[in-house]
């Protein structure tokens, strides 16, 4: 795919005589500076330059010179090639240290997803947290490990970790954007005043090879539809078992909130705990469930209710288990 930026540049030298020269030579001069510009970043293939380059789109034949060129970057799939050979810096403590891409991806199953930024508004409410949710199940599936990669510095990429839902995720700072750029991937987002970033996408990697990249598509914006957890988790295994989501609203000292906690816990399910303050207590209740008692129990949407109905609601749950697997 082809992104196409306008960059104000000289394509020819200011002189009269080699403004004529370049006339002269039409496409020909312009088609060459354009390849040479793209060689430069990263050594793309010639016939990609000339697959897309139309003679009257690099060079401007007015005594007034039209001075915008436009810039090829890259976004290629990267499948069935090596990740980029590259040393990342990181913090480890208060020292810094190196990591190697050997490090990250030799013999093992690795799946990537890489963002702009950290702190970023999609990256923080759904990109990475939803990974780190689907991190048992990537893990039940022949995942050895999750990466998430950014173009920030290593301070920035630990204090994001402490800030998210992460504690399964193994967050890589690709501060230089080496890494980044060595996949085709590096961005220019000096609009927003990034600089260069990477592009969104997910892949999955064996043993240092791309078997799988999901690219987001290059419209304008920061598109969001495939390199998602769950779409990478489909590609793998599309019968994979997704972990539940379960939630708990109690408050300090409540007997049946610990009763239904231990309920959860001697079945198999993870839950998150949501106290409620004594001064707020009955009107989130109300509003969520429309009752005035804890504990109330939500799983997967749905829910379930005080201690005695999710008692009962697991009796039924293991039953359709049972039947399920005869």
Same mark, same amino acid.
């Given at each position: 795919?082809?992104?196409?930026?306008?960059?104000?540049?000289?394509?020819? *030298?200011?002189?009269?005589?080699?403004?004529?020269?370049?006339?002269?030579?039409?496409?020909?001069?312009?088609?060459?500076?354009?390849?040479?510009?793209?060689?430069?970043? %990263?050594?793309?293939?010639?016939?990609?330059?000339?697959?897309?380059?139309?003679?009257? %789109?690099?060079?401007?034949?007015?005594?007034?010179?039209?001075?915008?060129?436009?810039?090829?970057?890259?976004?290629? =799939?990267?499948?069935?090639?090596?990740?980029?050979?590259?040393?990342? *810096?990181?913090?480890?403590? =208060?020292?810094?240290?190196?990591?190697?891409?050997?490090?990250?991806?030799?013999?093992?199953?690795?799946?990537?997803?890489?963002?702009?930024?950290?702190?970023?508004?999609?990256?923080?409410?759904?990109? &990475?947290? *939803?990974?780190?949710?689907?991190? @048992?199940?990537?893990?039940?599936?022949?995942?050895?490990?999750? &990466?998430?990669?950014? +173009?920030?510095?290593?301070?920035?990429? !630990?204090? /994001?970790?402490?800030?998210?839902?992460?504690?399964?995720?193994?967050?890589?700072?690709?501060? =230089?954007? $080496?890494?980044?750029?060595?996949?085709?991937?590096?961005?220019?987002?000096?609009?927003?005043?990034?600089?260069?970033?990477? /592009?969104?996408?997910?892949?999955? +990697?064996?043993?240092?090879?791309? +078997?799988?990249?999901?690219?987001?598509?290059?419209?304008?914006?920061?598109?969001?539809?495939?390199?998602? $957890?769950?779409?990478?988790?489909?590609?793998?295994?599309?019968?994979?078992?997704? @972990?539940?989501?379960?939630?708990?609203?109690?408050?300090?000292?409540?007997?049946?909130?610990?009763?239904?906690?231990?309920?959860?816990?001697?079945?198999?399910?993870?839950?998150?705990?949501? @106290?409620?303050?004594?001064?707020?207590?009955?009107?989130?209740?109300?509003?969520?469930?429309?009752?005035?008692? +804890? @504990?109330?129990?939500?799983? !997967?949407?749905?829910?379930?209710?005080?201690?005695?109905? &999710?008692?009962? /609601?697991?009796?039924?749950?293991?039953?359709?288990?049972?039947?399920?697997?005869?």
């Amino acid at each position: 795919m082809i992104l196409l930026f306008l960059r104000e540049q000289m394509l020819f *030298r200011s002189s009269k005589d080699k403004h004529q020269e370049g006339l002269s030579r039409g496409g020909e001069y312009g088609l060459q500076f354009l390849i040479d510009k793209v060689y430069q970043m %990263d050594q793309i293939n010639q016939l990609d330059c000339m697959a897309f380059s139309g003679y009257s %789109d690099l060079t401007r034949s007015t005594d007034g010179i039209d001075h915008s060129l436009k810039e090829i970057v890259m976004l290629k =799939n990267h499948e069935g090639k090596p990740v980029p050979q590259v040393t990342f *810096r990181i913090r480890e403590g =208060n020292d810094w240290a190196s990591l190697s891409t050997d490090e990250l991806f030799k013999n093992k199953t690795v799946v990537v997803f890489s963002l702009p930024g950290a702190f970023t508004p999609t990256c923080s409410s759904t990109h &990475l947290p *939803r990974y780190n949710e689907l991190a @048992p199940a990537f893990i039940a599936n022949g995942v050895d490990q999750i &990466l998430c990669i950014s +173009v920030n510095d290593p301070f920035v990429m !630990n204090e /994001w970790a402490k800030d998210q839902e992460a504690d399964q995720i193994r967050l890589i700072p690709d501060g =230089n954007g $080496a890494f980044t750029e060595g996949m085709n991937m590096l961005v220019d987002k000096s609009d927003l005043g990034f600089g260069k970033r990477s /592009w969104r996408y997910s892949m999955l +990697v064996k043993n240092g090879i791309v +078997v799988k990249q999901f690219i987001e598509p290059e419209v304008p914006g920061d598109p969001f539809e495939v390199s998602d $957890a769950d779409t990478m988790l489909a590609y793998i295994n599309p019968q994979a078992a997704k @972990p539940d989501q379960v939630a708990v609203l109690t408050r300090d000292g409540c007997p049946h909130c610990a009763r239904a906690k231990a309920l959860l816990s001697a079945h198999g399910f993870a839950y998150t705990e949501i @106290p409620l303050a004594h001064q707020q207590r009955s009107r989130v209740l109300g509003a969520i469930t429309g009752r005035g008692t +804890v @504990p109330q129990v939500f799983i !997967n949407g749905t829910h379930i209710g005080g201690a005695d109905e &999710l008692e009962r /609601w697991l009796e039924g749950h293991q039953v359709t288990a049972v039947i399920g697997a005869l």
